[in-house]
């Protein structure tokens, strides 16, 4: 389960849209941003089933039930 705050959306968009090249920016930003993340975590054994990943502007949190 993954929720973000929208706070760490608009720092997404702010940081990472370009007009004039459309959404293609920020595509790779979630991909770095969220996909690796997430993929280095499971990897490392920290996001499990039952878990949930909180993405803010300062930070990535494990949230456990």
């Known amino acids: ?13 702010e940081k990472h849209y370009r ?3 459309g959404a293609r920016p920020i595509k ?3 991909q770095e941003d969220v996909a690796d ?9 920290e996001f499990t089933k039952g878990n949930k990943i909180l993405f803010s502007e300062n930070s ?5 039930n």
């Open 1 to 13: 389960h993954f929720e973000w705050t929208d706070g760490f959306v608009k720092q997404l968009i």
């Open 19 to 21: 007009f004039e090249l």
């Open 28 to 30: 790779r930003a979630i």
């Open 37 to 45: 993340v997430v993929a280095e975590k499971m990897l490392g054994g």
């Open 60 to 64: 990535t949190q494990i949230l456990k």
